[in-house]
């Protein structure tokens, strides 16, 4: 502005500033892994700078296992069932999508044991120690076989006949007659 003798007077301007609009950061299981796990949180609504995000918890469901959580650009971000989001390299928090991925527990183990006529034939045990997954087929023979001079056809089986999450649930007894 000037005053009368056409001289520029001083001016005071004022900045104000606020926060951005809110981001939202969605966490989802992985469209193949729907039935083996859930997310405790699908997702929450932060201000960039002033909230802080709290992020989800990967919920296998029994039989599974979290292998980990991926973000927008299919890169690992962890393979901790609790995940909460880190902000960008500026301190913001961003909007991004977060997926969880899960698999089948592979680290089970299960026996077979043969009986006939109720005597187990410890020369015929089976099984897999420490690498069958959930979920799977027990292997174990059904053809007539001999034991003792004796022939025997397959007769029943106790016990599970797919791999559970419980490895000492894991004995399954054929019994032959």
Do not use: C
């Amino acid at each position: 502005a000037k005053d009368k003798d056409n001289l520029y007077m001083a001016t005071t301007f004022q900045a104000h500033f606020a926060e951005d609009g809110p981001v939202t950061i969605q966490y989802q299981v992985a469209a193949a892994d729907g039935a083996m796990g859930s997310v405790s949180k699908t997702s929450e609504t932060l201000k960039p700078v002033s909230d802080n995000a709290a992020g989800s918890v990967a919920q296998p469901v029994t039989g599974y296992k979290l292998v980990s959580w991926t973000n927008e650009a299919n890169q690992v971000v962890s393979t901790s069932e609790t995940f909460v989001p880190a902000r960008d390299a500026d301190g913001l928090n961003f909007r991004q999508t977060y997926t969880a991925h899960f698999a089948p527990l592979d680290n089970l183990s299960y026996e077979v044991h043969y009986l006939y006529d109720g005597v187990e034939d410890h020369a015929r045990a089976d099984g897999k120690d420490g690498n069958a997954v959930f979920g799977t087929s027990i292997d174990f023979s059904r053809t007539e076989t001999e034991f003792n001079g004796q022939n025997y056809i397959f007769e029943k089986t106790e016990g599970p006949t797919t791999v559970t999450e419980v490895s000492a649930n894991n004995k399954l007894y054929v019994h032959y007659t």
